[in-house]
Nanobody, 116 residues
Framework: QVQLVESGGGLVMAGGSLRLSCAAS????????IGWYRQAPGKQRELVAG???????RYEDSVKGRFTISRDNAKNAVYLQMNSLKPEDTAVYYC??????????WGQGTQVTVSS
């Protein structure tokens, strides 16, 4: 089992920045990929940034050049630095981890609201 806890969401004006954090605990060594998803009202949950073990970082097209995912193995944490935020980035952001058995683990989500 893997437990994920997000933090760092909030209200920011367009053009501003936020840094989301995800603290992982439990069977950390089982994680094959970790990333961030978001879900806006009335829309499907979508991958924002993914960090597979031994693979290349992936970003959703609309966030390329603005968002950066990073991982601190010593702290069992993953971060999402979000710059040049836009109102369309408003959503609940979820940390996600996938283990070797393809089990998905989710955090509780953190709200990001970007005002125009």
């Amino acid at each position: 089992q893997v437990q994920l806890v997000e933090s760092g969401g909030g209200l920011v004006m367009a053009g501003g920045s936020l840094r989301l954090s995800c603290a992982a605990s439990g069977n950390i060594d089982s994680i094959n990929a970790i990333g961030w998803y978001r879900q806006a009202p009335g829309k499907q949950r979508e991958l924002v940034a993914g960090l597979p073990k031994g693979g290349s970082t992936r970003y959703e097209d609309s966030v390329k050049g603005r968002f950066t995912i990073s991982r601190d193995n010593a702290k069992n944490a993953v971060y999402l630095q979000m710059n040049s935020l836009k109102p369309e980035d408003t959503a609940v952001y979820y940390c996600n981890a996938i283990d070797g058995y393809l089990h998905n683990y989710w955090g509780q989500g953190t709200q990001v609201t970007v005002s125009s």
